[in-house]
């Protein structure tokens, strides 16, 4: 073919023009497609969590057209293989978010008397995170932290005043619980004090566990012994919440 037979089919090809019906497809297509990634990056859950912000920026920059059941397959995925990752991350971490949703997952399948003993667990979490954050004078994470730290505890508090006495009564783990964590946390506090790190007071908390145990000493009456009782009742009021409701616990078996 010489050059002026090619010069002259080029031409003819400027001359074919797509059909309309193959327009009008690949524009509603586009379009579509433009309305799926707006309503993806427009999610809550994208709003709520950073790290889910990040795969949509991914998904974004790299064009990838994603259906909406393959979106959230694609996020739930990524969110299982970081559990083990986020593991040691503290607040203010760019992680932090994954291992959060695991914490509100894990509160969400917790039985209500067990709620509060979840969040306690939390709060020591915290407390080790605290550790973590002066021993290696990583400053920026302590506000998170202690906010974190503060936020479960009350939390705690919350779910501790609506366990009933009848439920402690037929299940002493509950309280076997409370007291184990309680235990841990007065020792984790020390420890961090150690650092220079102020706590601060919580009488939320204070003022549960107070309601909490007061309410026990009164499902006791007439059950136990006079002499145990006001065992338990003097250590109430010297505000050694912890050692009567061990005594509480003794007397549940």
């Known amino acids: 073919m010489t050059d002026q037979e090619l010069i002259q089919k080029i031409k003819e090809l400027k001359q ?46 790299y064009k990838l057209t994603l259906k909406p059941v393959l979106v959230t397959a694609v996020c739930f995925g990524i969110i299982v293989g970081l559990f083990g990752f986020t593991q040691n991350t503290v ?15 894990q509160v969400a399948f917790s039985p209500d008397g067990q709620k509060s003993i979840v969040y306690l667990q939390f ?16 400053v920026r994470n302590l506000a998170p932290c202690l906010e974190d730290f503060q936020a479960n505890i009350s939390e705690a508090a919350k779910d501790l005043v609506k366990i009933d006495v009848n439920v402690t009564s037929s299940d002493p783990s509950i309280i ?7 235990q841990e946390l007065e020792k984790k506090k020390a420890e961090v004090k150690t650092f220079g790190i102020v706590l601060g007071e919580n009488k939320e908390w ?20 006079k ?3 006001e065992e338990i009742k003097q250590l109430e009021q010297e505000g050694n919440f912890t050692a009567a409701l061990e005594k509480i616990l003794f007397l549940s078996y």
């Open 123 to 138: 709060a020591n979490k915290r407390l080790e995170d605290l550790k973590k954050i002066a021993e290696s004078n990583d």
């Open 16 to 61: 074919i023009k797509p059909s309309q019906d193959w327009v009008v497809s690949c524009k509603n297509r586009i379009l579509s497609e433009e309305q799926e990634n707006r309503e993806f990056e427009q999610s809550p859950a994208l709003t709520n969590f950073g790290f889910l912000r990040f795969v949509s920026d991914f998904v974004r920059d």
């Open 176 to 182: 076997k619980g409370i007291v184990k964590q309680t």
């Open 91 to 105: 607040p203010g971490d760019f992680f932090y978010s994954v291992k959060k949703v695991k914490e509100i997952t």
């Open 227 to 229: 002499e145990q009782l």
């Open 206 to 225: 204070e003022n549960a566990v107070a309601d909490f145990v007061e309410t026990q000493i009164n499902g006791l009456e007439g059950m136990v012994e």
